[in-house]
Structures are given as C-alpha cells and as structure tokens.
T-cell receptor
C-alpha cells in the first residue's frame, strides 16, 4: 500500500545549524507530497507541498524537492531557530478513486537549542 | 488560525461510554476529514465526507461513525469506548473541488482520554 517513511527522531540542533529530515514514499501512482508541522499543543499546519516531480516546495526558509527517481521528499532548512522546534510530518495524497486522504509518516521531533 | 474549529478541546470519559466530537470546516470548504493521532499508531486517516456524503473510509472501527450535516459541519461519534481509544482526534477540511493538490487545513484537535 501507499506509505511514507521518515527518519526517526528526536533530532536536537543548535540555533543556526542546518536541518535535514529524510522522507521517502511508496505509492503506485503519482502522489502529491506534503510537509506538515505540529507545534507543541497545536494542530497540524501545512509547511509546504509539491504536486509533481522536480517541483520544489518552500516556505519559512524550509525547502523540499519532489524526487521521483529516488521517491523522496527531504525537508531542509539552512539555519534553524528555536521557534522551529516542533514535530514534522511528511505526507502523501494520491487522489485515487476519489480517495484524497493524507498518509503520514511517523513524525520527526526537532528540538533547537539556543 | 486555520479556520477549522473543533469542540470540545478536551474530553475525559469512562470505558463503555459514548462521545461526540464536533468539527466546523473553513468557510466554503466542502470536504471534511477525520484523523486519529495516538502514540502507538501515529496519525491515521479515519473517514472523509464531501458535501454530506461519505467519500472514503480508512482504519475506522465499527464502533465509530461520522456524518456531515447540510451546514457542512461534521460529527464523529465514538461508542463503547475502550482505553485504547484515548488519542487526539483531528478534523481537517479542504476546498470545493476534489483535487489531490487541495490543501487540508487542520483544526486544533480534541484530546480524548478514556479512563
């Protein structure tokens, strides 16, 4: 079935460090790919998305490129801040047979220290 | 603020009981999705409604049911509750069309604790 695998955390970084969270997917079609972020005590917020191969999603300094050849959608940020501490979820949606659900990875907890 | 509202924010109840979780989608959104977030299962899709009709079902137990009303708000009913049903339940909504590129906007969630 369709699934998402993302690197396990937790990840602890210092401010201004480079962040990368690996995400790979398995899907029988051509999914749209998403990164959602969950700040402590809050719901999920869309961080960025890409809908076709080689698309790059970007937002708030975060970037991810849809790589069909490696079935990956790794999240990167060049210089993290304490406010980036959160849980990050990679997700896909196939839209097959009117099914538009999101399939999520397990989530990666990121803690940024001042 | 995503524009999706969920009530109540917290719910504490006992095993065997029944509860109802409510969700109001963003203005104009026709699709509503329910997800369960638990420590052991992660984030799992439960069910989707589009303009009042059920569109897709995920790993939703038979003890659980949902509906979407003419004003587009949705309710998730959980019955014969078990300890393992303790989780955070999210509602999400998306736009008027059915496209996989549609962004799902999530509510703040309802935390259910079954004692």
């Amino acid at each position: 079935g369709d699934s998402v695998t993302q690197m396990e955390g937790p990840v602890t970084l210092s401010e201004e460090a480079f962040l990368t969270i690996n995400c790979t997917y398995t899907a029988t079609g051509y999914p749209s790919l998403f990164w959602y972020v969950q700040y402590p005590g809050e719901g999920l917020q869309l961080l960025l998305k890409a809908t076709k191969a080689d698309d790059k999603g970007s937002n708030k300094g975060f970037e991810a490129t849809y790589r069909k050849e490696t079935t990956s959608f790794h999240l990167e940020k060049g210089s993290v801040q304490v406010s980036d501490s959160a849980v990050y979820f990679c997700a896909l949606s196939l839209g097959r047979s009117n099914d538009y659900k999101l399939s999520f990875g397990a989530g990666t907890t990121v803690t940024v220290r001042a | 603020d995503s524009g999706v509202t969920q009530t109540p924010k917290h719910l504490i109840t006992a095993t065997g009981q029944r509860v109802t979780l409510r969700c109001s989608p963003r203005s104009g959104d026709l699709s509503v999705y329910w997800y369960q977030q638990s420590l052991d299962q992660g984030l799992q899709f439960l069910i989707q409604y589009y303009n009042g009709e059920e569109r897709a079902k995920g790993n939703i137990l038979e003890r659980f049911s949902a509906q979407q009303f003419p004003d587009l708000h949705s309710e998730l009913n959980l019955s014969s509750l078990e300890l393992g049903d303790s989780a955070l339940y999210f509602c999400a909504s998306s736009g008027g069309g059915l496209r996989i590129t549609d962004t799902q906007y999530f509510g703040p969630g309802t935390r259910l604790t079954v004692l």
